[in-house]
């Protein structure tokens, strides 16, 4: 078993490099397949949400 103390070593241990291959993830709110950890769609639905939430707060405080 190889020692995992090395960072460098680590990386290449976990996710040996392949040519050609693509990393393809799981968004983490709607679990469907996506090439980042949170989908487009998610993230801009996040991000419509938190405008919502300022505009909503800025509001109130005027």
Same mark, same amino acid.
């Given at each position: 078993m190889q020692n995992l103390k090395n960072h460098e070593n680590t990386e290449k241990i976990?996710?040996?490099?392949q040519q050609n291959q693509t990393l393809r993830f799981?968004?983490?709110?709607c679990? #469907?397949?996506?090439?980042?950890?949170i989908c487009e769609h998610c993230s801009n639905m996040v991000r419509a949400e938190a405008v919502e939430k300022?505009?909503?707060?800025? #509001?109130?405080t005027k």
């Open positions: 976990i996710m040996p490099k799981h968004c983490m709110l679990g #469907k397949s996506s090439p980042q950890t300022k505009r909503k707060i800025e #509001k109130e």
